[in-house]
Structures are given as C-alpha cells and as structure tokens.
C-alpha cells in the first residue's frame, strides 16, 4: 500500500516539482491496487511514464518503467491498469507539491492524491498538525517534526474531538500543548489537547478581534479557548477568515480605459485561423538530419532500439520503418517512422515538438475553439500592486461542435464558466504578460476541450496549461494575489509553449 504500518513513525516530507514536468501540472500517474483504489507511482517513474505516454501512439498501451516491487510500484508479474489523472491547479498535486512518507528501504513513498491535497490544505492553513481520520486513515502528521504517526487500535477510553470542530477560527497565540492519545471506540486513536489543571481556575477573558464582518466571533468559542489556554496564561486573538474577493468592485464604461501600446481592447479567433496543414515529409525534412549510424540506445516513443526497426504497429506511414533521424536544435534522436505517427496524431500544424525536451520546432498552434478576448484597464488595484492600476482579461467561448482537430469530431462540447474573468497588474511586466497571452489568443493555446480536471466532466472546455488569475482581491484559492512569483510563472509557461519575446516580433512580420 501507500501508507506504512499501524504503530510506526515515519519521516514525512514535502516535495516541489518543476512546474514543466508532469507532478509540476497537476499531472499524476497511479497504478490500481488490490483493493481498488488508485497508487500514484513515484514521481520520477511518473515524469518518465509521462514523456513517453502523452504521444498518442496505440504502442503506448506498454510503458517501461523502472521495475520494483516496492509499495508505490505494481508487483512483478501483475498486469494492472494504470489511468493518468489531472488535478485543479490550487490543489496540492496542481501546484507541483507531491507529500511523501520514508518507507523501510530509506526510500520515499507518495501519498494517495486525496491523502496528500488534505495534508497540504492543512498546512497552508498552519496548522500544527493534521489528523487524517476524518478521510479514513488512522493518521497524525506533526507539522513541527515532520513525522507522521499511525496509532494502533484500541478500546474503550476518552472520545476526543477534532481540532476542526473546536478551533473554526484562527488562534494568534497559542502555546505548546503535549499531543495525547485518546481512543474513539474500537477505531483508530484521534488526538486530544489535554492541559493539566490542578485547582479550579477562572476562565480569563478572551479578547475578540474581528477583522472582516460585524458579526461577532460565537462567545462559547471564545469561553473554551480560555479554559484550553488558560494553563499557559496567553492572550488568545481570535480572527475571521479572510472574505473571498473574485471580482473588483463595480466599474462604469467611462472608467475603463484601453491598454497603451496594444490596439483594439478585444480579439476574436474562429476555426478558419488555424493554419493549414503541412505533410509529415515536410515538416520532417525542415527539422530532422538522418542518422545513419544510430546509437545503442531506446527511441523514448516506440521504446525499441533505435538499431531495429519502429515499434509502432498503428496505421504505416510513407516512411522506412528502420530509418532514424536526429532533431536539429535538441539532437534527441528517434525513427522517423514513430515522429510522423506521433506528427500525425497531433494538430498537423508545421510545427514539431520533441517528446523528450519539449522543445519546439516551428509554431506551435492549438485547438482552442471560437470565442472572444476583452482586455483593458480598471482604476483598482489589486492586493500587492497597490502602485498601479489593474489589467482586465474576460474571456469568452460558446458552446460548440467539435472539429476535427478535437478529441471528439462531431459531438458537442460545453462551455462552464464563461465569461471568465481574469486580471494582471498594469505594470511593464504585467503588459509584456498581456501582450503575450494575446499571442498565445491568436494561436488558440489558451483553452482546449477536454476533461475537466475540477468537476470530471469530459467534452468542456478547459485550460489548457497556461494559469490566469480569476481572484481579484484576494488569494484564498490559489488564483489570486498576492502571489510574487506568478508573473514570472505565466511567463514560463508561455515559453514552454513557444511564446517570448521573439514571437512578438515574429507576429508583426
């Protein structure tokens, strides 16, 4: 399983994942166990599975991965199904955080998905400590020693309360309590704050801070955070939670103003942009050089020698299926046979992507269906850039057909959530960010159809790897400010879809 033995305490850590690779987007790769539910593979076995899995090609039914018979790895000799699952990007998983248990080899373990987005939302909240009887584990994780803790079952004895039912609210000051164990029945042991008191004492006063709102913090909450803190003497602070702002507030037209140096204030795409197509022999012949000595290695698409023939057994290109070449700019090398099947399940836009880098060949251009983009600027600012006023991004798609650039021709697909509404600083960085999101517009790799990773619904447009801001005056979701790095973030992601400074320059010629 994914979780260790009852009685035990384990090193817990957190890990970060490059936002390119597959954990960084939400991207997860699990493997089914014995009980039914889903295993994430280790992180780095997932990378591998997910370079060489997103090429649509049927010899990818069969990966090959490092093998073990370790408890985030399949048994040898068992075939399993394995599914590849996308997680909302203010999830755990979504944000590249991957929680992870040391096993008895000295190794790390991933968490269930589900497990490791409830110890993450616990500690971006600091909480002192999470306990994970509430979603079916027998678990405690000490956020203070990074050491988790699976009690052994037990009867009888003290019925403790979560720490979420007795403490809604966050306490400013609290002192250091001893965990102690108490049992819930014939189940597993939940924590308990117990404080010793010696003689009756007074319940002091508690003083209450509201921040948000002018509804008072319930007095019984505050009266038993009293008795708990009474023993260490500490003043407690109560606050509310901070108010969830999506929008700003209400705008008049006059208000609104067009962005300097960017024309109009909206841009339309329609299915007729999308560039036409160009065979697999010319976009081969533009990005590859042959080899006619091929090294002694595996091509990463077919996973067979590159000294033997493709492994591909779909649908046989006009191409030798022994011929191998090597992509110009990464020299990552692969039979040309697999790198026209994989052009063929792709846009067929011109341009070539390499299934080991990513590096682009070419223009990249997507599949994002007809709609609109408004842009302009508001006289609010958002929380972090009090300095200057706001750039307004709505977005806007209709439901539709799909073409047949689409993972279903002909069936119609939906359109949750539009207009949608997205905002950036009006600052030099936040317009080179615009300027360039209208390049990845009018290339349609804003949004796709796919599956959404929030709601499971197939058919429905979504985002397609290239994260907006939806919150405007504040960041209780993830997608809204103050976030320091998320400028530079988007910029990233842009590149990584072929988008900088270059393609400005390129789009005007």
Same mark, same amino acid.
């Given at each position: 399983?994914?979780?260790?033995?009852?009685?035990t305490?384990?090193p817990?850590?957190?890990?970060?994942?490059d936002?390119?690779?597959?954990?960084g987007?939400?991207?997860?790769?699990?493997?089914?166990?014995d009980s039914?539910s889903?295993?994430?593979?280790d992180m780095d076995?997932?990378i591998?599975?997910?370079?060489?899995?997103?090429?649509s090609l049927?010899?990818h039914?069969?990966v090959r991965?490092p093998?073990?018979?370790?408890s985030?790895?399949?048994?040898s000799?068992?075939?399993?199904p394995?599914?590849?699952?996308?997680?909302?990007?203010s999830?755990?998983?979504g944000?590249?955080v991957?929680?992870?248990?040391e096993n008895?080899s000295?190794s790390?373990?991933?968490?269930?998905?589900?497990?490791?987005i409830t @110890?993450?939302?616990?500690?971006?909240?600091?909480?002192?400590?999470v306990?994970?009887s509430?979603?079916?584990?027998?678990?405690? @994780?000490?956020f203070a020693t990074?050491?988790?803790?699976?009690?052994?079952?037990?009867?009888?004895?003290?019925?403790?309360p979560?720490?979420?039912s007795?403490?809604?609210?966050?306490v400013?000051?609290?002192?250091?309590a001893?965990?102690?164990?108490g049992?819930w029945?014939?189940?597993c042991?939940?924590?308990?704050l117990?404080?010793s008191?010696?003689?009756?004492?007074?319940?002091?006063?508690?003083?209450?801070k509201?921040l948000?709102?002018?509804?008072?913090?319930?007095?019984a909450?505050?009266g038993?955070?009293g008795?708990?803190?009474?023993a260490?003497?500490?003043p407690?602070c109560?606050?509310?939670?901070?108010k969830?702002?999506l929008?700003?507030?209400?705008?008049?037209?006059?208000?609104i103003?067009?962005?300097?140096?960017?024309?109009?204030?909206c841009?339309?795409?329609?299915?007729?942009?999308a560039?036409?197509?160009?065979?697999?022999?010319e976009?081969?012949?533009?990005?590859?050089?042959?080899v006619?000595?091929p090294?002694?290695?595996?091509?990463?698409i077919?996973?067979?020698r590159?000294?033997?023939?493709s492994?591909?057994?779909?649908?046989q290109?006009a191409?030798k299926?022994?011929?191998?070449g090597?992509l110009?700019?990464?020299?990552?090398v692969?039979?040309?046979?697999?790198?026209?099947?994989?052009?063929?399940?792709?846009?067929?836009?011109?341009?070539?992507?390499?299934?080991?880098?990513?590096?682009?060949?070419?223009v990249?251009?997507?599949t994002?269906p007809?709609g609109?983009?408004?842009?302009?600027?508001?006289?609010?600012?958002?929380?972090g850039?009090s300095d200057?006023?706001?750039?307004?991004?709505i977005y806007? @798609?209709p439901?539709?057909?799909?073409?047949?650039?689409?993972?279903n021709?002909?069936?119609?697909?939906t359109?949750?959530?539009?207009?949608r509404h997205c905002y950036?600083p009006?600052?030099?960085?936040?317009?080179?960010?615009?300027k360039?999101?209208?390049v990845?517009w009018d290339?349609r790799?804003i949004f796709?159809?796919g599956?959404s990773?929030?709601?499971?619904?197939?058919?429905?447009?979504?985002?397609n790897?290239?994260?907006?801001?939806?919150?405007?005056?504040?960041?209780?979701?993830?997608?809204g400010y103050?976030?320091?790095?998320?400028?530079?973030n988007?910029?990233?992601?842009?590149?990584?879809?072929g988008?900088?400074e270059?393609s400005l320059v390129q789009e005007?010629?």
């Amino acid at each position: 399983s994914s979780h260790p033995p009852s009685g035990t305490i384990r090193p817990v850590r957190r890990s970060y994942y490059d936002p390119s690779s597959a954990p960084g987007k939400g991207v997860v790769w699990e493997w089914e166990n014995d009980s039914g539910s889903w295993t994430p593979y280790d992180m780095d076995v997932g990378i591998t599975i997910q370079r060489v899995g997103v090429v649509s090609l049927p010899a990818h039914r069969w990966v090959r991965v490092p093998g073990s018979d370790s408890s985030s790895h399949p048994p040898s000799g068992t075939i399993r199904p394995v599914r590849r699952s996308y997680y909302d990007p203010s999830s755990a998983p979504g944000k590249g955080v991957v929680w992870e248990w040391e096993n008895d080899s000295g190794s790390w373990t991933p968490y269930d998905m589900d497990v490791g987005i409830t @110890i993450q939302r616990a500690y971006e909240k600091q909480h002192p400590w999470v306990d994970l009887s509430a979603i079916g584990f027998c678990y405690v @994780i000490d956020f203070a020693t990074m050491a988790r803790e699976k009690a052994a079952v037990g009867q009888g004895g003290h019925v403790a309360p979560s720490g979420d039912s007795l403490f809604p609210a966050r306490v400013c000051a609290v002192a250091q309590a001893t965990i102690i164990w108490g049992l819930w029945g014939h189940g597993c042991l939940l924590p308990a704050l117990m404080w010793s008191l010696l003689a009756p004492r007074r319940v002091p006063t508690v003083p209450v801070k509201n921040l948000t709102g002018s509804s008072p913090v319930n007095p019984a909450l505050a009266g038993i955070t009293g008795i708990l803190m009474s023993a260490a003497g500490l003043p407690v602070c109560l606050t509310r939670p901070p108010k969830l702002v999506l929008h700003p507030p209400p705008v008049s037209k006059s208000e609104i103003q067009s962005i300097p140096g960017i024309s109009h204030t909206c841009r339309k795409t329609t299915k007729k942009q999308a560039k036409k197509g160009k065979t697999p022999e010319e976009v081969l012949k533009k990005y590859l050089q042959k080899v006619r000595h091929p090294p002694d290695e595996d091509c990463t698409i077919c996973m067979e020698r590159l000294s033997a023939p493709s492994g591909y057994k779909g649908p046989q290109p006009a191409v030798k299926p022994d011929l191998v070449g090597k992509l110009v700019k990464c020299g990552h090398v692969f039979h040309l046979h697999c790198l026209v099947a994989m052009y063929n399940n792709g846009n067929k836009d011109g341009s070539l992507q390499c299934p080991t880098c990513k590096t682009i060949y070419g223009v990249k251009t997507g599949t994002q269906p007809p709609g609109k983009m408004e842009y302009h600027i508001i006289p609010h600012a958002l929380p972090g850039h009090s300095d200057c006023k706001t750039i307004r991004i709505i977005y806007n @798609i209709p439901p539709g057909v799909q073409g047949p650039e689409h993972p279903n021709p002909g069936k119609s697909f939906t359109a949750r959530g539009f207009p949608r509404h997205c905002y950036l600083p009006d600052s030099e960085k936040g317009r080179k960010v615009l300027k360039l999101l209208l390049v990845a517009w009018d290339r349609r790799l804003i949004f796709a159809i796919g599956t959404s990773s929030t709601t499971g619904e197939s058919d429905t447009v979504i985002w397609n790897e290239i994260h907006h801001k939806t919150e405007f005056g504040s960041n209780l979701t993830g997608h809204g400010y103050p976030d320091i790095n998320y400028l530079d973030n988007v910029l990233a992601e842009l590149a990584a879809q072929g988008i900088t400074e270059e393609s400005l320059v390129q789009e005007k010629d």
